[in-house]
């Protein structure tokens, strides 16, 4: 069982960052790959940015490419994801998801457990 906790949201003006951090209990945690979502109000979920369970290997959607960094610390069960340059389109609800295996996906259903969410505004 993995337990994970978001911080970080806020709002802020477009083109501001945030960082994001995601705390996660249990000691198998650097088996499992690791996923950022985020819904927008009246959106589905959409995938932002997965990591290997080494770290080694990152995978973004394009709409955040070269904007977000993910990136994890295993010695601190800690996912973050560095969101620079943020747009008004932004704006949701992000997640912390875990996945049973060591590689990424961008599939919501292939993620096993989720925290409760963090919300992030971007004002224009």
């Known amino acids: 069982q993995v337990q994970l906790v978001e911080s970080g949201g806020g709002l802020v003006q477009a083109g501001d960052s945030l960082r994001l951090s995601c705390a996660a209990s249990?000691?198998?945690?650097?088996?499992?790959?690791l996923g950022w979502f985020r819904r927008a109000p009246g959106k589905d979920s959409e995938f932002v940015a997965s990591?290997?369970?080494?770290?080694?290997?990152?995978d973004y959607a394009d709409s955040v490419k070269g904007r977000f960094t993910l990136s994890r610390d295993n010695a601190r069960n800690t996912l973050y994801l560095q969101m620079n340059s943020l747009k008004p389109q932004d704006t949701a609800v992000y997640y912390c998801?875990?996945?049973?295996?060591?590689?990424?996906?961008?599939?919501?259903?292939?993620?096993?457990?989720w925290g409760q969410g963090t919300q992030v505004t971007v004002a224009s």
């Open positions: 990591v290997t369970s080494g770290g080694g290997i990152t």
């Open positions: 249990g000691r198998t945690f650097t088996m499992y790959a």
């Open positions: 998801a875990a996945r049973r295996v060591g590689y990424t996906s961008r599939h919501t259903d292939e993620y096993a457990w």
